[in-house]
């Protein structure tokens, strides 16, 4: 069986030939990552369950379509989003996602992984999160869960790069509030 | 202290069977029927008709105007080159030999518009010569 360690070493030229050890390492790197964004955004396991499974069938379908390998991550993560948003669009939430933050984008500035929480701020954490505004929430998922891009996070919500920016400043500010004012009280 | 990426995996972890049952049940059913499809020459068209779309995308579409520009010029071109094939066709009919039937009738023409013109004046047939069974009958007429 295939193992893989790095993003860039990911089998996508032999999933795209139909070796099934490829495809079981690619679904296995990316089920629960996958499952987590789509979880955090739809707030339903049985719904998360689905879109994860129609992301890989719609994976296995058109695979071919891909034009870069090294963006399989970014590509599955677009497919998934698309089918949160045909989700949220049969709950009428759509417009949650497109309404833009007002104000310019400010600049980007640390990474997912110097951000830090401890164990009794997790539950606080989660809970923040939850109430993030869809497209905040769905920006800063991608952000913490695989670390894209600022580029591919536009490219898989379908969002301008200010936009993004902005998104993501909003809500790590937010939370770096709130981890503030728990170690305060701690 | 964890990252927000390992908070959230691991809130999730006890979703991983149903997951690793979705996987299984996705590389049973979806893989080999795409493996199936990928041996149809339906594939083939398929990469043909994507293969359109992407030159349709990129190439056609950003310069559209110039495009249906030049396919205007092409259609003047062409039916100009239709209108000057039939030309020399009318010009062959027209400048074809007379045959010897349309010259007779030529010759009775100009006789009949001379004789209603009154001209009385008809050349005569040098001796020995036998005139045209036609001429002999207008010298009768005319005697």
Redesign the interface.
Known sequence: MLVVAEPEQLPVPEARA?K?DA??AL??RY???L??YV??LVHN?QA??DI??ET??SA??YL??LREDEKFGSWLFSIAHQKCIQSWRKHGREREFTEDQAGAPPEFDDA??E?????EQ?EE??RL?SQLPLAQRSVL?LH??E?FSLEEIAEITGSQLGTVKSRIHYAKKGLRKLIEETNHDL | MKTPREILLDRHRKAEARLDAIRERILATELPVKADSRSLPLDHSFSLAVAGMKLWRELILPCRRIWCGLAAVWLVIAVMNVTSKDSPKIANRRTSPPNSEILMATREQRLLRQELLGSSIIPAAPPGVVPPRSERRERVLFA
């Open positions: 139909g099934p495809w079981e679904f296995k089920q629960l990552p499952y987590v979880f955090e396991e998360s369950l994860v499974q890989f069938i296995a379908r071919p379509g997912p992984s951000l830090l929480i401890r164990k997790e954490f989660m999160i998922l913490f869960v670390d």
